[in-house]
């Protein structure tokens, strides 16, 4: 079955053809820019590489001149688009009402619409997506495959902020959780490598440009560090992670900002960007560091700190932990920050093979030494093949 996964921005748009059958992405790319001006960066296997530079006013144009990458062109990968079984769509929000991915009909619409209030720009492109969809390639089935799905086992202890109960009861005001897709992969393939051993204890640390931890107990997400919004938890980017709220009343007064401008600042100005003032790209960090850039030193060193006080912190909520998982950009090429987050922590039984952490390699891993009691793997996530095998599962046997 060939699924067309799609990943829809407020001015992007990934995408990837996958068979289902071999699990591999057939094509893929990004589009960027849309309603500025319009990027499109297309990949067939390793080899072919095209990029478009196309007027892009809206999501339509974005995913008609998909659709023509994959249907005609150098790039094409299929007759016509009737050879599109089904199409995947990552949504960022789904509340309470999806514990798992579903298929999308009018109501389900309605539903993720309602939601838009909790992630304004995300729900809002994704549904723009679906919409397009519906009419580009009309009469195939669209599944919505939900960031926040995963984290619906969290028990109300984990996931009740400390404010009055009526404000969950109410406003729904609670940890929701993000990167759910890649958690729930990643910590199966760590269960497969542990032997398939029951009641596991595993830490994912999904650490990209937008990062977060979760402890898996037993296959099921009991904790993770991103919150009502991925602001939450770790140092990302250019989001700020933890910080008291006290901070946001004083900085309003400071520099003068309303409650739109604040968040912006803490969204977009903060984290590896705003410490370093170098670059939200952390490669740029890492090498500036080792220029001696002392601010540069610093974010790293807190970056590191973060992931290890709540590895420690998951580890004793689980009463011990059998793996901890790096992925994405970050967990899955830096041996510097899995070094450092996992450092001083023999105490624990986590012990790292410093020399299996610098082999580079696309495969998953193991980077534990002998003598640990928890592996340590690296991962690499794979969030497209989750969509595509979530609508298999759902439209397939139909
Ligand atoms: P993602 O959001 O998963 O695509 O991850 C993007 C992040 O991964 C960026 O901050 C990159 O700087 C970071 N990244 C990618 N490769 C490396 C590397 N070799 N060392 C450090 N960071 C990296």
């Known amino acids: 079955m060939l699924v067309l996964v799609l990943n829809a921005g407020s001015s992007s748009l990934k995408y990837q053809l996958v068979d289902t059958k071999?699990?591999?992405?057939?094509?893929?790319?990004?589009?960027e820019r849309i309603g500025i001006d319009g990027i499109l960066k297309h990949e067939v296997g390793i080899n072919k590489k095209l990029t478009f530079e196309i007027e892009m006013p809206t999501h339509k144009e974005a995913i008609e001149l998909v659709l023509k990458t994959l249907t005609i062109y150098e790039t094409k990968v299929i007759d016509s688009i009737d050879e599109?079984?089904?199409?995947?769509?990552?949504?960022?929000?789904?509340?309470?009402?999806?514990?798992?991915?579903?298929?999308?009909?009018?109501?389900?619409?309605?539903?993720?619409?309602?939601?838009?209030?909790?992630?304004?720009?995300?729900?809002?492109?994704?549904?723009l997506g679906m919409r397009i969809c519906q009419e580009l390639i009309p009469g195939k089935p669209n599944v919505a495959v939900f960031d926040t799905a995963f984290h619906q086992t969290m028990p109300p202890e984990n996931y009740l902020y400390a404010v009055p109960h009526e404000d969950y009861t109410k406003f729904k005001l609670r940890k929701y959780g993000f990167h759910g897709t890649s958690h729930s992969y990643v910590s199966k393939e760590a269960i497969k490598l542990l032997g398939n051993k029951k009641d596991t204890k595993i830490i994912v640390c999904h650490l990209g440009n937008g990062s977060s931890l979760c402890a898996v107990r037993d296959g099921k997400s009991l904790c993770t560090t991103m919150g009502l919004t991925p602001l939450e938890g770790l140092i990302m980017g250019t989001r700020c992670g933890d910080i008291d709220a006290g901070v946001i009343p004083y900085l309003m007064g400071k520099k003068n900002m309303d409650p739109h401008q604040i968040i912006d600042y803490l969204n977009k100005k903060s984290g590896i960007l705003g410490l370093s003032g170098i670059s939200?790209?952390?490669?740029?960090?890492?090498?500036a560091a080792n220029d001696g850039d002392k601010r540069a030193k610093t974010t790293i060193k807190m970056?590191?700190?973060?992931?290890?006080?709540?590895?420690?912190?998951?580890?004793?909520?689980?009463?011990?932990?059998?793996?901890?998982?790096?992925?994405?950009?970050?967990g899955e090429n830096s041996d510097l920050i899995r070094e450092n987050a996992c450092s001083d922590l023999d105490f624990m039984g986590i012990v790292l093979d410093k020399e299996k952490n610098k082999i580079r390699s696309k495969e998953n891993r193991e980077i534990s030494a002998e003598d640990s009691n928890t592996k340590i793997f690296v991962i690499p996530t794979n969030e497209e093949l989750v969509i595509a095998q979530d609508t298999y599962k759902l439209i397939g046997k139909g």
């Open 303 to 330: 970056l590191c700190n973060k992931i290890k006080r709540f590895i420690c912190s998951y580890a004793g909520l689980m009463g011990g932990v059998d793996a901890i998982c790096f992925t994405a950009g970050i």
């Open 84 to 127: 599109i079984d089904a199409i995947g769509h990552r949504v960022v929000h789904g509340g309470e009402n999806f514990k798992s991915s579903v298929i999308i009909t009018e109501k389900v619409i309605k539903q993720i619409e309602e939601l838009i209030p909790l992630a304004p720009l995300h729900n809002s492109a994704n549904i």
């Open 22 to 31: 071999t699990g591999e992405a057939i094509a893929s790319g990004l589009v």
């Open 280 to 287: 939200s790209d952390l490669r740029e960090v890492i090498k």
